[in-house]
């Protein structure tokens, strides 16, 4: 599976930004895979935003997006997306989706090493 992430960009504080990670590739339909994004700001490490499962049924998010921050996905697109609302300068970072075909506990998906698949990352800088 590949996973291209796209969407990023330079916005002003408070704006909204929607990314999109599309996926290809031969092997286990897109629907079945718990999908991911993370993203890490430089001279930081790589943290969890937010995760879907297969049937989109059950997101969930770091507490620092809560309530700004919404996953969700369209298998018939073979596509997840994050949309940003309200973003802050602290959002600013690289950000990754990421797949893994699972099982996994939804308390597991918020560990990055549990993820088999990621995407290239798309770069997402909030100005002040």
């Known amino acids: 599976v590949q996973l291209q992430a796209s969407g990023g960009g330079l916005v002003q504080t408070g704006v909204s930004l929607r990314l999109s990670c599309a996926a290809s590739?031969?092997?286990?339909?897109?629907?079945?895979?718990?999908m991911g994004w993370f993203r890490q700001a430089p001279g930081k490490e790589r943290e969890f935003v937010a995760a879907?499962?297969?049937?989109?049924?059950?997101?969930d998010y770091a507490d620092s997006v809560k309530g700004r921050f919404t996953i969700s996905r369209d298998n018939a697109k073979n596509t997840v997306y994050l949309q940003m609302n309200s973003l802050k300068p602290e959002d600013t970072a690289v950000y990754y989706c990421?797949?893994?075909?699972?099982?996994?506990?939804?308390?597991?998906?918020?560990?990055?090493?549990?993820?088999?698949?990621w995407g290239q990352g798309t770069q997402v800088t909030v100005s002040s």
């Open positions: 990421a797949g893994t075909r699972g099982p996994l506990r939804i308390a597991r998906m918020k560990v990055s090493d549990e993820y088999d698949y």
């Open positions: 590739g031969r092997g286990r339909t897109f629907s079945s895979y718990i």
């Open positions: 879907i499962t297969w049937s989109g049924g059950i997101p």
